[in-house]
């Protein structure tokens, strides 16, 4: 069975950073696109980043480019999001999401998904 389970989630101070990480288990990730999506109180889901499982490429969110970096060990089943000078406006939880075809970084595009993880950043 398909699970992703995130973790690295937590309070921080504003230009602060935290790396999120994504661990899948019952698949081999080596096939998998991977998101990374945010629901800040009061929101819907957002597209924070994706990479796929093909080549590699990557897309960002205009509002954490140059901030956010996503990357993948598929040795280790693993996805992480690497975040620096996180603002107050990146609070939120955190989901991975995985799916076989990437098309767009958006949630209906993701059939996949983990529990989350909670972004706090707050002085």
């Known amino acids: 069975q398909l699970q992703l389970v995130e973790s690295g989630g937590g309070l921080v101070q504003p230009g602060g950073s935290l790396r999120l990480s994504c661990a899948a288990s019952g698949f081999t990730l080596d096939y998998y696109a991977i998101g990374w999506f945010r629901q800040a109180p009061g929101k819907e889901h957002e597209g924070v980043s994706c990479?796929?499982?093909?080549?590699?490429?990557?897309y960002y969110a205009d509002s954490v480019k140059g901030r956010f970096t996503i990357w993948r060990d598929n040795a280790k089943n693993m996805v992480y999001l690497q975040m620096n000078s996180l603002k107050p406006e990146d609070t939120g939880v955190y989901y991975c999401?995985?799916?076989?075809?990437?098309?767009?970084?958006?949630?209906?595009?993701?059939?996949?998904w983990g529990q989350g993880t909670q972004v706090t950043v707050s002085s």
């Open positions: 990479i796929s499982s093909r080549d590699g490429s990557t």
């Open positions: 999401a995985a799916d076989k075809v990437f098309r767009l970084c958006v949630p209906y595009s993701f059939g996949s």
